[in-house]
C-alpha cells in the first residue's frame, strides 16, 4: 500500500491509525457481530458511541457546561442560514466582518433573513489581512458579531480573539476547529464541518451558550433548531452514525497526541517552517500579511505562473497531491491540517526547494 501526501483543503488528509481502526472495526465493532453503519443509532452499542464523542469533544476542548454540543448534518453552508434563523432572538440586524470567500458565502446567506451590518471588510486589500480591531465598526443594536477565523481559500486566520463588544461572537471554526486550545466562553457560537480537521465530510458542530438556544424564529425547520436538536441529544432525525463514529476516532487520537496544546505546538512548526521557506525564496511567494497567516492553509504563487502545471505535474509525480490552488485566487495551496504529518512538509519543502533549483 501507498498513501500519497494529500494537501487537499477538505475533505482532506485523515490520520492513518482512524483509517486502520475503522478498517479492524468495519466488519465486527467490539464483539457485536455488526458493523457501526449497521447499529440502530437508538441501541445501546451506538449510544455509547455517541456519548464518548460528545465527551471527547467537551474534554479535548474544555466546553463549559453552560454550552450545548451539537452534531448536526448541512455542514457550515447550512448554519449560514440557521444562525440567524436560532439566534436573532427578534433582532433585525447582525454584524457580519469580511475577510475572504467564505465570510462573502456566510453574509450572502444571512442577508435573506436579515439586515447585515459589515463591521468590517479587507476585500480592497484582496483579502490578504484582517481590518485592526479598532477600526471595526460593531452595530451594537444588532444579534450578534461573525466572523471567520480561518477563511480556507485565502489563507487569512485571527490569532487574536476580537474583544471590543458584548454581543455574542459567532464564529465559522471550519478550517481550523482543534489546531489549537481554546477559551470557549470568549465565544457564542462556534460551527465547524468536519471534513478538515474532524473527520469524513457530514458531521457538523455548533457549540452554542446556552441562552442562545431556545430563541428560534417559528419557520426553522426542525433538524435545525438548536433546541429541538438539544433536548433529543442531536437525534431528533436519524443522525449520520457512520460519521460520528469516524469523529470519535479522530478525537482519540488526538488525545494520543496529547490534546490541542501539542498539536497547536506541532501546528506552529510545521507551518513556520513552510513560510520561512516562502519568505527566504525569491521564487515563491505568499501575498498574507504576516500577523495573520493561516497555520492550515497555505497559499502561494510562482514568480512565473506558466510553471503552474509543470509544478503540480511533478509534485504529484513526487506524491504531493492536491497543491492547485482554489479556482478563486489561482497559485498553489496547501492544507496541513492536524492529520499532515511533519514530514510531510518536509517533504513538500524539500521538493519545492529541488523546482526551484532546476527552474
Ligand atoms: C471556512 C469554511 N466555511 C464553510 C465551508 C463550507 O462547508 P460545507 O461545505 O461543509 O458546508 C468551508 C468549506 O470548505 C470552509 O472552509
Not at 490520520?15 to 465493532?29: G, I, N, S, T, Y
Not at 436560532?86 to 433585525?92: E, M, P, R, V
Given at each position: 500500500m501507498s498513501r500519497i501526501l494529500n494537501f487537499s483543503a477538505g475533505p482532506s488528509m485523515l490520520p492513518e491509525e482512524v483509517l486502520q481502526q475503522a478498517r479492524e472495526e468495519m466488519l465486527d465493532w467490539q464483539k457485536t457481530g455488526m458493523s457501526v453503519m449497521e447499529m440502530s443509532h437508538r441501541g445501546k452499542y451506538f449510544l455509547t458511541i455517541a456519548e464518548q464523542l460528545s465527551a471527547d469533544l467537551k474534554e479535548l476542548l474544555n466546553i463549559p457546561d453552560d454550552y450545548k454540543v451539537l452534531f448536526l448534518q448541512g455542514g457550515a453552508t447550512a448554519q449560514f442560514a440557521m444562525i440567524p434563523k436560532n439566534?436573532?432572538?427578534?433582532?433585525k440586524s447582525a454584524n457580519y466582518v469580511l475577510t475572504g470567500a467564505w465570510s462573502k458565502k456566510a453574509i450572502k446567506e444571512a442577508k435573506k433573513y436579515c439586515d447585515v451590518n459589515i463591521a468590517a471588510s479587507s476585500e480592497a486589500d484582496n483579502f490578504t489581512t484582517i481590518p485592526d480591531f479598532d477600526s471595526w465598526q460593531v452595530d451594537?443594536?444588532?444579534?450578534y458579531l461573525h466572523y471567520t477565523p480561518n477563511e480556507t481559500i485565502h489563507g487569512v486566520e485571527f490569532h487574536q480573539v476580537p474583544e471590543m463588544t458584548d454581543l455574542p461572537l459567532v464564529v465559522d471554526m471550519s478550517s481550523n476547529i482543534l489546531s489549537k486550545p481554546l477559551n470557549i466562553e470568549q465565544y457564542g457560537l462556534i460551527y465547524a464541518g468536519s471534513q478538515k480537521n474532524m473527520g469524513p465530510a457530514g458531521v457538523t458542530v455548533v457549540i452554542v451558550r446556552d441562552d442562545l438556544v431556545g430563541n428560534a424564529d417559528p419557520t426553522t425547520p426542525s433538524v435545525f433548531d438548536y433546541a429541538e436538536q438539544s433536548g433529543n441529544d442531536s437525534m431528533l432525525n436519524t443522525p449520520a452514525t457512520y460519521n460520528w463514529y469516524l469523529v470519535g476516532l479522530v478525537l482519540q487520537w488526538l488525545k494520543k497526541q496529547g490534546g490541542l496544546a501539542a498539536i497547536e505546538q506541532i501546528n506552529i512548526r510545521k507551518s513556520s517552517k513552510l513560510y520561512q521557506f516562502i519568505d527566504e525564496s525569491s521564487f515563491y511567494s505568499n501575498p498574507v500579511d504576516k500577523v495573520c497567516r493561516s497555520r492550515m492553509n497555505i497559499p502561494f504563487i510562482l514568480k512565473d505562473s506558466a510553471l503552474d502545471s509543470e509544478f503540480l505535474q511533478q509534485a504529484q509525480a513526487n506524491g504531493l497531491e492536491a497543491l492547485k490552488g482554489h479556482r478563486s485566487v489561482g497559485g498553489m495551496r496547501a492544507s496541513i491540517y492536524n492529520a499532515m504529518p511533519e514530514q510531510g512538509v518536509d517533504a513538500l519543502i524539500q521538493f519545492m526547494a529541488e523546482f526551484e533549483r532546476t527552474h
Amino acid at each position: 500500500m501507498s498513501r500519497i501526501l494529500n494537501f487537499s483543503a477538505g475533505p482532506s488528509m485523515l490520520p492513518e491509525e482512524v483509517l486502520q481502526q475503522a478498517r479492524e472495526e468495519m466488519l465486527d465493532w467490539q464483539k457485536t457481530g455488526m458493523s457501526v453503519m449497521e447499529m440502530s443509532h437508538r441501541g445501546k452499542y451506538f449510544l455509547t458511541i455517541a456519548e464518548q464523542l460528545s465527551a471527547d469533544l467537551k474534554e479535548l476542548l474544555n466546553i463549559p457546561d453552560d454550552y450545548k454540543v451539537l452534531f448536526l448534518q448541512g455542514g457550515a453552508t447550512a448554519q449560514f442560514a440557521m444562525i440567524p434563523k436560532n439566534i436573532l432572538a427578534g433582532k433585525k440586524s447582525a454584524n457580519y466582518v469580511l475577510t475572504g470567500a467564505w465570510s462573502k458565502k456566510a453574509i450572502k446567506e444571512a442577508k435573506k433573513y436579515c439586515d447585515v451590518n459589515i463591521a468590517a471588510s479587507s476585500e480592497a486589500d484582496n483579502f490578504t489581512t484582517i481590518p485592526d480591531f479598532d477600526s471595526w465598526q460593531v452595530d451594537e443594536l444588532a444579534g450578534y458579531l461573525h466572523y471567520t477565523p480561518n477563511e480556507t481559500i485565502h489563507g487569512v486566520e485571527f490569532h487574536q480573539v476580537p474583544e471590543m463588544t458584548d454581543l455574542p461572537l459567532v464564529v465559522d471554526m471550519s478550517s481550523n476547529i482543534l489546531s489549537k486550545p481554546l477559551n470557549i466562553e470568549q465565544y457564542g457560537l462556534i460551527y465547524a464541518g468536519s471534513q478538515k480537521n474532524m473527520g469524513p465530510a457530514g458531521v457538523t458542530v455548533v457549540i452554542v451558550r446556552d441562552d442562545l438556544v431556545g430563541n428560534a424564529d417559528p419557520t426553522t425547520p426542525s433538524v435545525f433548531d438548536y433546541a429541538e436538536q438539544s433536548g433529543n441529544d442531536s437525534m431528533l432525525n436519524t443522525p449520520a452514525t457512520y460519521n460520528w463514529y469516524l469523529v470519535g476516532l479522530v478525537l482519540q487520537w488526538l488525545k494520543k497526541q496529547g490534546g490541542l496544546a501539542a498539536i497547536e505546538q506541532i501546528n506552529i512548526r510545521k507551518s513556520s517552517k513552510l513560510y520561512q521557506f516562502i519568505d527566504e525564496s525569491s521564487f515563491y511567494s505568499n501575498p498574507v500579511d504576516k500577523v495573520c497567516r493561516s497555520r492550515m492553509n497555505i497559499p502561494f504563487i510562482l514568480k512565473d505562473s506558466a510553471l503552474d502545471s509543470e509544478f503540480l505535474q511533478q509534485a504529484q509525480a513526487n506524491g504531493l497531491e492536491a497543491l492547485k490552488g482554489h479556482r478563486s485566487v489561482g497559485g498553489m495551496r496547501a492544507s496541513i491540517y492536524n492529520a499532515m504529518p511533519e514530514q510531510g512538509v518536509d517533504a513538500l519543502i524539500q521538493f519545492m526547494a529541488e523546482f526551484e533549483r532546476t527552474h
